[in-house]
């Protein structure tokens, strides 16, 4: 009798978490709930504009701004670099993952806007 009510349990379980995945799939809904993710996601809601500096750094090093789309995408926040409780624009120190580890970003977002400060090349 138990083995069968688990079995109704873990069949109930295993329909519900597809329906809720193909669900939340077709939403297209984002589960941005730690710090890099959260900070990532405000930055590339916000109109993005590009210093000189980081303008003439794209050019020298033939990045795209494709290329800094997947940072701001899938990025590592480095907190300590930056100054993410400066006030009006806080500043982050994002660097890029697998094979864009070599960039990283300074970026000030402000409330409208986020600027890339500077590209930084390793």
Known sequence: MLIKRIGYYLVGLSLGSIGVYFF???KKATFDYGMDARTLKTI???ERLFSEDA???MQKFDIDTLKI???LKTGDVDFGKGNPRQKPCAEYYISGE???KSIS????RCDSSAT???VIVK
Do not use: G, H, M, S
Not at 105 to 108: A, I, S
């Open 44 to 46: 590339r809601v916000k």
């Open 105 to 108: 970003l300074l970026v000030k």
């Open 116 to 118: 890339i400060e500077k």
């Open 69 to 71: 789309a997947i940072i």
């Open 98 to 100: 697998k094979e864009l």
């Open 24 to 26: 939340w799939q077709k």
């Open 55 to 57: 303008k003439n750094a």
